[in-house]
């Protein structure tokens, strides 16, 4: 009897041994948190879960996940893989999960291509900032490694955090995302092979700087499978290639000057999928710092799970990963590829040297035709003393019609240098003219064009701006005309205030 309790005691004790080493253990701690909403616009509380791996030394990284479309937070911490790499790399690990939200959206989508929320001050941009602070308020994060990243909408977000407070992140990663300041026609709901429309990469690079308040590079990271239908590859490009125009030297500032390195993807899980890692530089010379890092490879368009779309959509978890909603586990492993990004690249603090000032606005509206005189800059040493300022205007044309820049440089008795830039937009007269009606008057008189999810937004000519319901009779809307024939939600500043 003893004999039989004993071999059953060990038959137990094997089985419970053996479900131990298959099911996923954890070996810290998620934490459930309620974000309350802020006074500013478009403020909403929203729930958010941190996961601390034990034994963390600190202070830590700070790794921000942001769910795609269709998603909550609980699957970014079930299927993507970060929780493993978050015990192997010791980092903080947020998940916020939108919780509410305005307009008219899939399913728990940020909402990157939505004027109120690309924006700093503002919206989910800032609801993320202020929640981002709260887990600096509960744990120790090293304040020069905080990071975000995301999928699709998620994504898409993150490439208008890094926008809107690249003063504060230190880095970011895009898997299937959008350029800053897209539309939502920028996403294919046709089915395979896709289609979409994209705004041109110099709008993209005007939209960012006319954002930006910081002159940090921040380092940007594109994962991007060229076979997606749902966000197609033109859209990995675009964030690129604007990066490199914003963030980049200016003798290297697209991919054939500023590419680096080229290798093969790793680690991955299974197949790499012939996935390709490009490093593009401030020189061009590998070991330098990354201003853009590319990840493109050719993924199976199919999923395991039976509720997905089946458009090669998803997040690649890798070995540690599930196969869950919109994400899969075989493949270049998006944790181990992240973090190493993220891992080479914490915030650099400025060396003290000179500050340059604009006079003027930046970008500056020049009508077609009309004669350019640069407003100038002044520039002044990290005592205040006043700097000569070299500068380059000489890429202008008003006789064409245009994006164009000035360029400013400043040297101080320390050998320091800094440079920036304005940016010169050269266009037909503005007639200014305004005219108020509902967005479908809009539609029908050509002020706006039908957008959106299936369509059903009315968007302004000029600046792609969500107007409304694109059938509504019912609300008003002020549109103001730039060039002819061009229309705009915000009024073009050659229209003064």
Known sequence: MHAKIGRWCAGLLLSLLSWSLTWPVWAGSTQSFTFHAQGYAGSRDRQYKVYVPSGLSTPAPMVMALHGCEQTNDDVLQDWGLKAAADRFGFILVAPFITSYDGLRNKNCWGFWLDQHRHQGAGEPEDLHQIALEVEAHFSVDPNRRYVTGLSSGAGMTVVVATTHNEYWSAAASASGLPYGEDAAS?????????????????????????????????????????????????????????????????????????????????????????????????????????????????????????????????????????????????????????????????????????????????????????????????????????????????????????????????????HTATTSRGVVVAAATSCQKTTSSPAAHVSAKRATTGGWFGLRALSTGDAQDIGFAWSFWSSVTLYEGEPGRWYLNKPAACGT
């Open 187 to 415: 996403v294919s709901l046709s089915g395979c092979p896709g289609s979409a429309t994209f705004h041109a990469v110099s709008q993209v690079v005007s939209d960012m700087r006319h954002e930006l308040n910081d002159s940090y590079a921040i380092p940007m990271m594109v994962l991007q499978n060229n076979k997606d239908c749902t966000v197609v590859q033109p859209a990995g490009r675009n964030i690129r290639d604007a990066h490199l125009k914003v963030f980049g030297d200016a003798a290297h500032n697209t991919p054939s000057t500023a590419q680096a390195a080229q290798t093969a993807c790793t680690p991955a899980f299974g197949e790499d999928d012939g996935c390709q890692h490009l490093t593009y530089t401030t020189d061009g010379q590998s070991g330098s710092r990354s201003v853009v890092e590319t990840v493109f490879y050719d993924g199976p368009i199919n999923t395991p799970n039976p509720d997905d779309t089946d458009h090669g959509h998803y997040w690649i978890g890798g070995a540690s990963g599930q196969d869950g909603k919109w994400a899969i586990q075989r493949g270049p492993s998006y944790p181990d590829i992240i973090w190493d990004f993220f891992s080479r690249h914490p915030r650099v603090v400025a060396v003290a040297g000179p500050r340059i000032t604009l006079r003027g606005d930046n970008p500056m509206q020049v009508k077609l035709g009309q004669s350019f005189t640069d407003p100038g800059a002044t520039a002044t040493d990290a005592q205040g003393a006043s700097l000569p300022v070299q500068a380059n205007c000489s890429s202008v044309n008003t006789s064409q019609a245009g994006q164009y820049s000035c360029t400013y440089q400043a040297t101080d008795s320390a050998g």
